[in-house]
């Protein structure tokens, strides 16, 4: 599997399958798990907080992510990787997409901007955000 040009700093919420982790650092990324980090069952909110302190990019499978609450301006800074499907589904969707997701943060890096990213096998919706 060849390497990421763009080094991406990931926080993968507890939800994240561990084949993603194992992706994710094939690719050359900098992966940091919640299992390793935060108690069990920590809520949406601080897992966020975490990753945004960390200046990591918020991987999740979680659907309450989806939830404006994480547009508020306390969430200014949070960019996240939505990951949709059934756990099997995931990797594969990634690498379908992961090439897309790592120009666009590269873009990210560059403007000034977040980005929240909905990825699924077939299917990839990339919004930008201005830094709050």
């Not at 919420?13 to 940091?32: I, K, Q, W």
């Amino acid at each position: 599997m060849a390497l990421a040009a763009i080094k991406l700093r990931l926080f993968n919420d507890e939800n994240v399958p561990d084949s993603v982790a194992r992706y994710l650092r094939a690719r050359g990324h900098s992966v940091h798990r919640a299992k390793g980090q935060l108690a069990e069952k920590t809520p949406d909110p601080v897992v966020a907080t975490y990753a945004m302190e960390d200046s990591r990019i918020l991987v999740s499978s979680d659907k309450d992510f989806n939830s404006q609450q994480f547009m508020q301006p306390r969430y200014g800074r949070l960019s996240r990787i939505a990951l949709v499907g059934d756990g099997p589904t995931l990797v594969p969707a990634l690498r379908e997409h992961m090439h897309l997701i790592e120009a666009q943060w590269a873009h990210c890096e560059v403007s000034g901007t977040r980005m929240v990213v909905h990825v699924q096998v077939g299917q990839i919706r990339i919004r930008t955000y201005p830094l709050t």
